[in-house]
């Protein structure tokens, strides 16, 4: 349920803001299953196009917020398709392991 809550939310306000998403990782520990009660959520928003740090910043702002609200903490992460082929099989960023232990929401 919650990440239907977390897939729904990231995408109607990427509509919003006019970025077009890609899809939608869940990574960490409530993708592999040994979350805790108190665990967060680990998002990774991959994105069609490159955008501005500014809007990232406005859409994790209020993506984080309304999911705060319905009792979801959530750290969202965002990268470009593009950027992502460039760094996705190097050990030394996150997106490494979002990749290889997460699963599409």
């Known amino acids: 349920m919650s990440s239907e809550l977390i897939h729904n939310v990231i995408l109607r306000i990427s509509r919003e803001l006019g970025l077009e998403v890609d899809e939608i990782i869940l990574f960490g520990s409530r993708a592999r299953g040994d979350f805790r009660a108190n665990s967060d959520w680990d ?36 990268i470009s398709r593009d950027e992502l082929e460039k760094v996705k099989d190097d050990t030394g960023f996150i997106y490494y392991y979002a990749l290889r232990e997460g699963v599409k929401i």
């Open 43 to 78: 998002v990774l928003v991959v994105l069609s196009e490159p955008v501005e740090r500014k809007m990232e910043l406005e859409a994790y702002k209020r993506m984080h917020r309304e999911l705060l609200l319905k009792g979801i903490k959530a750290d969202i992460l965002f």
